[in-house]
């Protein structure tokens, strides 16, 4: 009875489970439609093809990687917005949305200039010519939609950092469906269409991202947000404001940048090893994205709870929001954790349908083992998540990014890379690699959270 009580009381508590819910459910079905997205992408050209999937992972996630660094500076504009909110500063939240559009263009066009150097990059990475081809080819299409994707972070900010999370989730389910839709049309040439293979799944996905776009302007911009908020009147450029959001929010753009570096330099070596390992790899992390994704959400409400309750002088109750949305995630991954290390074929299933059975088998026996790896590291992977989005709610993005170099270098890349390139060492060898810096990073964030200094920090100027 005392059990059932104290999560009653935590359930209605200020911090607690309901509040959390409230905020994160709707990011948990927006970035879980997201997951949904990717599985089925990968999917679709596991059907298609061994070589469109061999590729699709290592351009992808290149792609990917280089964006991250601008998703993730001007993703911070969330803990701008929330900030200000918590504080009373409504005026304050359309100029940081704004300063987040202008990294935003700035961002793209720059990623849209790596377009003429695909071929050398992909080359260097050395994989067979055919796979080359196509990493080079999908590649360059998603470096076209860098804009639309990063500036849609940037105004998906205005909703989440005030709590305001059904819009998000609204934009980003129709913008899966949009993406499913085209892929599928695209990838096998149907209604009309051409056959264009892993081009199509790239063409889809720049699409779905100018959608998103168009949706949240007129969300943005409406005549009410306008008035408390400024989203239209606070266009101008504020060079103090815009610096600042550079210098909480790119650290975490490095963080996120660097985090994805470790995997995409992971991937790149696996494909040393065979196609097939490298095919295997590429499906297993797609399906781990059903669990990963999910838990963003439950991430983006954790760094949104702690930046409110700091902008109204509250660490007391950011604490305690932190811990209920770590209980919350943490029972959802350990059930999903379960479900990679008991029946790992259920997931594997829906790539298999589609595909060459004798082609498959190999890449289907490995797959199924390396989700045993994915259960284990999932589960330590909550604490990464959850204590990381936590004091980068407060603004402790610097302890984050170095965090983030200094086991990724030590504990990924560099034994990888001599297990792979120098000893010889096959698939397995690399996945323990990988397993070691999920928990090792875990392990990180939850002292640093821990010792508390995240709770005297802010991003906003402070008021006498």
């Known amino acids: 009875m005392t059990v059932l009580k104290n999560l009653k009381k935590r359930w209605h508590s200020e911090g607690g489970y309901r509040q959390f819910l409230v905020i994160a459910f709707p990011l948990i079905l ?9 599985f089925v992408d990968r999917m679709f050209l596991t059907w298609y093809s061994p070589e469109a999937i061999a590729a699709a992972m290592p351009a992808g ?32 939240i359309g100029p940081a949305v704004w300063q987040g559009l202008y990294i935003s263009v700035l961002g793209g066009l720059g990623i849209m200039l790596l377009i003429p150097f695909a071929e050398p990059i992909f080359r260097l990475v050395g994989h067979d010519a055919a796979i080359r081809q196509l990493e080079v080819e999908y590649f360059a299409i998603l470096c076209l939609g860098a ?45 009309g269409f051409p056959e264009m293979g892993i081009r199509g799944a790239g063409i889809a996905t720049v699409l779905a991202g100018v959608f998103s776009l168009l949706a949240y302007i007129p969300l943005v911009c409406r005549p009410l947000h306008d008035g408390k908020y400024h989203t239209l009147r606070g266009w101008r450029f504020e060079k103090e404001l815009f610096l600042r959001l550079l210098r909480f929010g790119f650290p975490s753009g490095v963080q996120f ?65 932190v811990y209920s949305g770590f209980h919350l995630t943490f029972g959802y991954m350990f059930v999903i954790a379960l479900a990679y290390l008991f029946i790992p074929e259920f997931f594997v299933l829906p790539f298999a349908a589609g595909a060459d059975p004798a ?61 792979v390139m120098v000893m010889g060492w096959g ?36 008021r006498d």
């Not at 390992?277 to 963003?296: E, V």
């Not at 199924?368 to 603004?395: C, E, H, P, Q, W």
């Open 30 to 38: 927006s970035t879980g439609a997201l997951s949904v997205q990717h």
């Open 257 to 321: 940048f660097l985090d994805m570096s470790g995997f995409t330099v992971f991937i790149f070596l696996i494909g040393h090893l065979s196609t097939v390992s490298l095919a295997a790899t590429n499906i297993a992390f797609n399906i781990g994205t059903l669990s990963f994704m999910p838990m963003i959400g439950s991430s983006i409400a954790i760094s949104v709870l702690v930046a409110q309750y700091l902008g109204k002088n509250h660490p007391e109750l950011a604490t305690t929001s």
């Open 147 to 191: 804009i639309p994707m990063i500036a849609s972070t940037a105004l998906a900010g205005f909703f989440s950092g005030r709590g305001r999370t059904w819009p998000v989730m609204w934009v980003n389910i129709l913008a899966t469906g949009v993406n499913l839709i085209l892929d599928y049309v695209l990838v096998f040439g149907l209604w």
């Open 427 to 462: 698939l397995m060898a690399s996945w323990i690699n990988v397993s070691a810096y999920v928990i090792v990073l875990s392990i990180v964030f939850l002292l640093r959270f821990l010792g508390g200094k995240w709770k005297s920090m802010r991003v906003i100027e402070t």
């Open 359 to 419: 082609g498959f088998a190999e890449i289907y026996r490995l797959t199924v083992l390396l989700l045993r790896f994915i259960a284990v590291y999932s589960v330590f992977d909550t604490m990464n998540l959850v204590f990381a989005s936590a004091i980068k709610g407060a603004g402790d993005t610097r302890y984050v990014m170095f965090a983030i170099i200094i086991t990724s270098v030590l504990v990924l890349v560099i034994p990888t890379y001599l297990g």
């Open 61 to 92: 996630m290149l792609n990917f990687c280089i964006m991250s660094l601008f998703i993730g500076t001007v993703g911070y504009v969330n803990t701008f917005v929330a900030q200000y909110f918590g504080a009373g500063e409504k005026n304050r």
